[in-house]
């Protein structure tokens, strides 16, 4: 069974900084993608960076370049986000989801139709 289970959400101050990380089990690691997105209250889910754990790749949304880094641990089959300066747009749940990388319909972004598998997501907030 393909489980994704996110954690490190929480309350921090604008311009702080929280590493979520994204837990997977159930199917072979490298050969997958995992994706950040978040979805805030009334707002559609937006995807927020990707990488594909075959060549290491790594895709960023414009709004989080420079801020969010995108990483992963292969003996833990964890990926992280690593949020820094993080600022009153950046609250939401935060989810991460899997997508076979060899899938016909992966196109390397964070389209969140073509990704299979979805964790329950962690919450974000931001004070200002």
């Known amino acids: 069974e393909v489980q994704l289970v996110e954690s490190g959400g929480g309350l921090v101050q604008a311009g702080g900084s929280l590493r979520l990380s994204c837990a997977a089990s159930?199917?072979?690691?490298?050969?997958?993608?995992i994706g950040w997105f978040r979805q805030a209250p009334g707002k559609e889910r937006e995807g927020v960076s990707c990488?594909?754990?075959?060549?290491?790749?790594?895709y960023y949304v414009d709004s989080v370049k420079g801020r969010f880094t995108i990483s992963s641990d292969n003996a833990k089959n964890t990926v992280y986000l690593q949020m820094n300066s993080l600022k009153p747009e950046d609250p939401a749940v935060y989810y991460c989801?899997?997508?076979?990388?060899?899938?016909?319909?992966?196109?390397?972004?964070?389209?969140?139709?073509?990704?299979?598998?979805w964790g329950q997501g962690t919450q974000v907030t931001v004070s200002s």
């Open positions: 989801a899997a997508v076979n990388s060899g899938s016909y319909y992966y196109t390397g972004r964070v389209n969140s139709d073509e990704y299979d598998y």
């Open positions: 159930g199917f072979l690691f490298d050969d997958y993608a």
């Open positions: 990488i594909r754990k075959s060549d290491g790749s790594t």
